[in-house]
């Protein structure tokens, strides 16, 4: 497909915006995406690094990725011990110096991954041949959900019955 803007190159980015409720879609070449000014990522250009910044930065009530950040954070001075990247680098650069860091900044990046993913374990889609464990413990929850309203409504042997069905699930899990 051709550049929407020059028709001249090929449209390597695609561009949607959605302005009250009406959806906008546009295919742009590199040379015209970088001259648009929404497409404007600064200088450094788009990083995973950068949005991980942005979101820590936000987090920290700053609006820009790469001011002095961490100020109402109780461990901003707090160092990992592994390689003595302390917090505000790590927020400021995105990325963590070792596995060391995810123990000592783990409060704050549960926080951030609760913002983004709105959990910190994962609860999305499993592969069917594999996740055995976690389908199950998906399974044991909607189990526990079903027998409490099942006693709610006094039901007492169907609770009975799914108080089994869980036991012989964590078992199963347990094996």
Do not use: W
């Given at each position: 497909?051709?550049?929407?803007?020059?028709?001249?190159?090929?449209a390597t980015?695609?561009?949607?915006k959605?302005?009250?409720?009406?959806?906008?879609?546009?295919?742009?070449?590199?040379?015209c995406?970088?001259?648009k000014e929404e497409?404007?990522?600064?200088?450094?250009?788009?990083?995973?690094?950068?949005?991980?910044?942005?979101?820590?930065?936000s987090e920290?009530?700053?609006n820009?990725?790469?001011?002095?950040?961490?100020?109402?954070?109780?461990?901003?001075?707090?160092?990992?011990?592994?390689?003595?990247?302390?917090?505000?680098e790590?927020?400021r650069?995105?990325?963590?110096?070792?596995s060391?860091?995810?123990?000592?900044?783990e409060?704050?990046?549960?926080?951030?991954?609760?913002?983004?993913?709105?959990?910190?374990?994962?609860?999305?889609?499993?592969?069917?041949r594999?996740?055995?464990?976690?389908?199950?413990?998906?399974?044991?929850?909607?189990?526990?959900?079903?027998?409490q309203?099942?006693?709610?409504?006094?039901?007492?042997?169907?609770?009975?019955?799914?108080?089994?069905e869980?036991?012989e699930?964590?078992?199963?899990?347990?094996?």
């Amino acid at each position: 497909m051709l550049c929407q803007e020059c028709q001249k190159r090929e449209a390597t980015v695609h561009l949607t915006k959605i302005i009250n409720n009406k959806k906008k879609e546009i295919y742009l070449c590199d040379k015209c995406a970088q001259e648009k000014e929404e497409l404007n990522f600064g200088k450094e250009g788009f990083s995973f690094n950068n949005l991980l910044a942005g979101l820590l930065s936000s987090e920290s009530g700053s609006n820009t990725p790469n001011s002095n950040l961490n100020l109402s954070y109780n461990k901003a001075q707090a160092e990992c011990e592994d390689c003595g990247l302390n917090y505000a680098e790590f927020s400021r650069q995105g990325k963590l110096g070792c596995s060391e860091c995810y123990t000592e900044f783990e409060d704050k990046i549960n926080k951030v991954l609760k913002k983004v993913h709105g959990n910190n374990r994962h609860t999305g889609k499993v592969p069917k041949r594999t996740g055995g464990v976690i389908r199950t413990r998906k399974e044991i929850q909607k189990l526990r959900k079903k027998m409490q309203e099942a006693v709610q409504e006094e039901e007492f042997e169907e609770a009975a019955r799914l108080r089994d069905e869980i036991k012989e699930l964590e078992e199963k899990i347990e094996e």
